[in-house]
């Protein structure tokens, strides 16, 4: 049988998450309980996972790709650090959340291109609000471009229409943009997915590559080793990144264990792929 559909307008006021489909802007969103973990909720849009949170712990992070990043993060700035990010992918929010958690003072911005979807997160969820973290409905790409010189710590791009990030977001275009807004010693960090020929995440490593200084790689061994697809995380800055000891342990110590590489390997990894650009024309 069909799910039923609940608009936007119709879920207003409800004071909390209803699980449904809920018709957004660029399609659906469907909010289901995680079965294993009663009270937390997983996002879908347009049927692929986008998000999961649980309300009473906003620490807690379900995918591993953003445990990664988290583990990145805390592991080049202490707590008490008041941390700029922009986070370009939204969802419900949960990264952004959870660094709200372990960086109190930070402030952060997160760009989703679904603006009823952002109404509806906001809703469902109790998300910190202006200045600890804005949710601005606009495009990554020309949202990016008109960011202030040096104005961020962190940018993080979590942005996939379907399983594919847009091109617009990948070219050395756009990390101009990028290396611009970011503050120096800051990270830009994205989420890459890839298939097993791993052909996508050697593209992304020498785009990002040919502006930052410094590179590092955060994945499962067996992704890198081209044996399944899924995510790979990859990270630029002009500063050495990911050379922690207690990093690599932390990340072998997780429910997906994963291997980190500097700067050094990931330039071997990505070896003479051609670095994207924009369509010329």
């Known amino acids: 049988m069909a799910?039923?559909?609940?608009?936007?307008v119709a879920s207003a006021g409800r004071g909390g998450p209803v699980a449904g489909v809920?018709?957004?802007?660029t399609g659906t969103c469907e909010l289901v309980g995680d079965p294993y973990a009663p009270g937390s909720w997983v996002v879908k849009v347009n049927?692929?996972?986008?998000?999961?949170?649980?309300?009473?712990?906003?620490e807690r992070l379900d995918f591993e790709y953003m445990r990664w990043i988290a583990q990145l993060v805390r592991s080049h700035w202490e707590a008490s650090f008041r941390l700029r990010a922009l986070h370009l992918g939204g969802g419900a929010c949960s990264?952004?959340?959870?660094?709200?958690?372990?960086?109190?003072?930070?402030r952060q911005v997160v760009v989703e291109l679904d603006g009823k979807l952002a109404e509806l997160v906001r809703e469902w969820f109790d998300l910190p609000r202006a200045?600890?973290?804005?949710i601005r409905v606009g495009e990554a790409r020309a949202v990016t471009e008109t960011l202030t010189e040096s104005s961020r710590d962190l940018i993080i791009r979590d942005v996939f229409a379907g399983n594919t990030t847009p091109s617009a977001l990948t070219t050395v275009e756009f990390t101009e943009h990028v290396r611009r807004v970011l503050a120096p010693g800051g990270i830009y960090v994205v989420n890459c997915g890839d298939t097993r020929d791993l052909v996508g995440a050697k593209r992304?490593?020498?785009?990002?590559?040919?502006?930052?200084?410094?590179?590092?790689?955060?994945?499962d061994p067996a992704m890198l080793k081209g044996r399944r697809y899924g995510n790979i995380v990859i990270a630029g800055s002009d500063v050495p990144i990911a050379d922690d000891p207690a990093l690599a342990r932390k990340l072998?110590?997780?429910?997906?264990?994963a291997t980190v590489w500097c700067d050094g390997?990931?330039?071997?990894?990505?070896?003479?792929?051609k670095a994207l650009t924009d369509p010329v024309g």
């Open 252 to 257: 072998l110590g997780g429910g997906v264990p």
């Open 95 to 106: 990264l952004a959340r959870h660094l709200w958690a372990g960086y109190p003072d930070a």
């Open 3 to 8: 799910k039923k559909r609940k608009s936007a």
């Open 265 to 273: 390997r990931v330039r071997q990894f990505a070896g003479t792929a």
């Open 131 to 134: 200045p600890l973290l804005r």
């Open 22 to 25: 809920y018709d957004i802007d």
């Open 204 to 219: 992304e490593a020498a785009t990002i590559g040919s502006l930052f200084e410094h590179l590092a790689i955060i994945a």
């Open 47 to 58: 049927g692929v996972e986008s998000s999961h949170i649980d309300p009473d712990d906003p």
